[in-house]
């Protein structure tokens, strides 16, 4: 079965980390993507991580995945105001032509 | 290069009524898909056009229609509207054959209101 879920909300103080956590069902899964969405503007594409491998970091984004748990989740270090957004886990696999199954997304407060 | 543009970027229609969407896809793509984000969701895909037919769909019924131009600009037609179907409806341009997420773009939505 397919489905996608995560935490509504997540609040954290500007300078802190924020981990966005992500459970996923379908093993056959073969990417998992982190996207960014603003008031008014479109789906922005943070990061992603291929099924084999565990852990991918670009700049202040770390992806951790966990296989075994079907588990994933995004640190994003050093949080800033312009964090601000609703985060959207989702994943794609090739029998459905690599077609996008999303979470309901988790909306990141940040605290000054 | 230019991004994918969505027109219009608001639209609100009545109950019953039928509508079309518009999504100019990013130069070079050749794929199109349209997704429904209801408020408070993630994005649910409708279905996905690639060389003008139709190829892919989630569970939306027939009265969700679309189309691909040669020029890979796409239309998304709902007709009969329902009150549910009040939701920002999505574009994403790619080229066919690759991954879904990190080649594909999404243009800022069509927010559509059903009253």
């Known amino acids: 079965g397919e489905d996608v879920e995560q935490s509504l909300f997540l609040s954290v103080r500007e300078g802190d980390s924020s981990v966005i956590n992500c459970t996923y069902t379908d093993s056959s899964s073969t990417y998992l993507y982190w996207y960014k969405q603003e008031p008014g503007a479109g789906l922005q594409l943070l990061t992603y991580i291929f099924s084999n491998m565990d852990m991918k970091q670009d700049q202040r984004l770390t992806v951790l995945l966990n296989k075994k748990d079907k588990h994933l989740s995004l640190r994003i270090a050093d949080t800033q105001t312009g964090d601000s957004a609703i985060y959207f886990c989702a994943e794609s696999y090739m029998d459905s032509n690599y077609q996008l199954i999303w979470g309901a997304g988790t909306k990141l407060i940040i605290k000054p | 290069e230019t991004g994918v543009t969505q027109s219009p970027t608001h639209l609100i229609k009545t109950r019953g009524q039928q509508v079309t969407l518009r999504c100019s896809s990013q130069?070079?793509?050749?794929?199109v898909s349209w997704y429904q984000q209801a408020l408070g969701q993630g994005p649910q895909f409708i279905f996905q056009y690639y060389r003008e037919e139709e190829n892919g769909r989630g569970n939306f019924p027939p009265r969700f229609s679309g189309l691909q131009f040669p020029n890979y600009s796409s239309e998304l037609n709902v007709n009969a509207l329902e009150l549910d179907d009040s939701a920002l409806y999505l574009c994403?341009?790619?080229?066919?054959?690759?991954?879904?997420?990190?080649?594909?773009?999404f243009g800022p939505g069509t927010r559509l209101t059903v009253t």
């Open positions: 130069s070079g793509h050749n794929t």
């Open positions: 994403a341009s790619s080229l066919w054959g690759r991954r879904a997420g990190d080649e594909q773009y």
